[in-house]
């Protein structure tokens, strides 16, 4: 078992500790995609739960059994290529395993595309490891760029919410009729630019792909908790934290996106 990236240790007397697994934390890493994983850190330590992040890149292999939660980010189409045969060849069996158990997997962008069957790159086709039931398509025409928002409805919670951040991609993802959305698109782009549909879930909602960056976590910040507590299968919400900060960074963001 490689190193932890890094490391808190949980308060004395919990024993509870969040195990994070970044898959190519260096290659899938645009726009400082990073900050979701400090994020989960940070709020973990604030609430006396430990934190351990383990790296996985090319060539390593994954026990589906070290991590509570598996994270991807995005990443330029270069970089991706160089992910994607890897990805399949030695992390797929080992991610469905995990997802199988209830692990959480969480991937933006570069990250989603990866976990559908392809990525088609003109006459490339990148594998990807089938997780979610999808395809994406590179389109020649403009890249879907700005800010967006979207309503989600994820198991657990008491009504619809709104997650807001920033999407850039060339790539178009079309979901399989069956394959449920992440959210319905308020303001913005998602998957295609067409379908009204943005990002994608499994159904337990612990399989997560979007395009939001933004962070997607930093400005949503009641997300990171929601993800925290299933990976942690805690039957409670996590207790409350003084988020001023974070209310902010989410009213801003859905501000951007030109929602109220
Ligand atoms: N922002 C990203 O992760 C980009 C993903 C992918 N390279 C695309 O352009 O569609």
């Given amino acids: 078992m490689p190193e932890p990236l890094l490391q808190t240790p949980p308060a004395p007397g919990t024993g509870r500790t969040l195990r994070v697994c970044a898959l190519y934390p260096d290659l899938m890493n645009i726009y400082a ?11 973990c330590a604030w609430r006396g739960i430990g934190f351990e992040l383990t790296g996985a890149g ?8 070290a991590h509570d939660l598996f994270y991807m980010g995005g990443g330029q189409d270069r970089d991706q ?12 069996e ?11 997997v969480l991937a933006v962008c570069g990250g989603y595309q990866l976990l559908g069957h392809s990525y088609e790159l003109g ?14 398509v590179r389109h020649d025409g403009k890249r879907l760029i700005g800010n967006v928002a979207i309503e989600v409805e994820l198991p657990g919670l008491d009504g619809p919410r709104v997650v807001a951040g920033f999407e850039n991609h ?14 319905r698109v308020l303001k913005g782009h998602g998957n295609t630019g067409e379908s009204g549909t943005e990002g994608a879930m499994s159904p337990t909602g612990t399989v997560i792909g979007t395009y939001i960056h933004g962070p997607l976590l930093p400005k949503n910040a009641w997300l990171a908790d929601w993800l925290t507590q299933r990976a942690l299968g805690l039957e ?11 209310s902010a ?6 501000a951007a996106a030109g929602l109220s």
Wanted: with cysteine; hydrophobic share 45%.
């Fill in 170 to 183: 060339g790539g178009r993802t079309h979901l399989a009729d069956g394959q449920p959305a992440l959210g």
């Fill in 236 to 246: 409670e919400p996590l207790a409350p934290l003084d988020d001023a900060m974070e």
């Fill in 33 to 43: 995609d990073r900050g979701n994983l400090l994020l989960l850190q940070r709020r």
């Fill in 123 to 136: 006459d490339d086709l990148l594998p990807g490891v089938g997780l979610l039931d999808l395809k994406t």
């Fill in 81 to 92: 290529a160089l992910c994607a045969q890897d990805l399949v060849d030695t992390k797929r």
């Fill in 58 to 65: 090319l060539g390593d292999a994954v026990d589906p059994d």
């Fill in 249 to 254: 960074a989410h009213a801003s963001a859905k």
């Fill in 94 to 104: 080992a991610i469905h395993a995990a997802a199988a158990r209830g692990a959480v």
